[in-house]
């Protein structure tokens, strides 16, 4: 868990709030926190969904894995350590951007159960979705376009998750994509579904 180092600080309240957001972009925000094997499909679905989303007129933004590494959190490793504060980083920026009335597809590995329930513990009630993009290795390992699991396995990559690492399942994911079986547009359409039955698109 993290401890503040700061002291002496107050939350600034704005005289916009967050319900007058959502109401002039009619729609509700949220996290879509999408986790799974490295090549289980999570950038390429929050991709795809995001287009679809914008052609529908809602107001989106994507926080990749790989994209965060460069800037947010360049500091960072992939020991157990600094994956648990990658994630904790990003569910506060997810949070800020949710606030904000925005839909944000927030795309990581996200291994450890524990860190991913401390995002869920952090924000609103229905603000974070969490879409299990379901893969096994093998399917992961047949669509490894970076090459990824073959230098795992060789040993080129400590700590790979599925390989060198653990992947702790979800218990209470809101969305289960299989992407053994499910398309890209399958998936898609079944997180859509999701935004429109439960609110979230006004």
Known sequence: MNESKSTNITWHEGQVSRTDREKML?????????????GSGKST?????????????????????????????????????????NIRRIGEVSKLFTDAGLIVFSSFISPYRADRDAVREIMGEGDFVEAWV????ETCEGRDVKGLYKKA??????????????YEEPNKAELLLDTNTQTVDESV???VEYLKTNGYLG
């Open 26 to 38: 009619a729609q509700r925000g949220c996290t879509i926190w999408l986790t799974g094997l490295s």
């Open 45 to 85: 679905i929050a991709v795809a969904a995001e287009k679809v989303l914008n052609e529908m007129g809602r107001l989106t933004y994507i926080l990749d894995g790989d994209n965060i590494r460069h800037g947010l959190n360049s500091n960072l490793g992939f020991s157990p350590d600094d994956r648990t504060e």
């Open 134 to 137: 379901q893969a096994t290795v």
């Open 153 to 166: 396995r060789a040993g080129e990559i400590p700590e790979f998750t599925g390989i060198s690492a653990p």
């Open 189 to 191: 359409a079944q997180i």
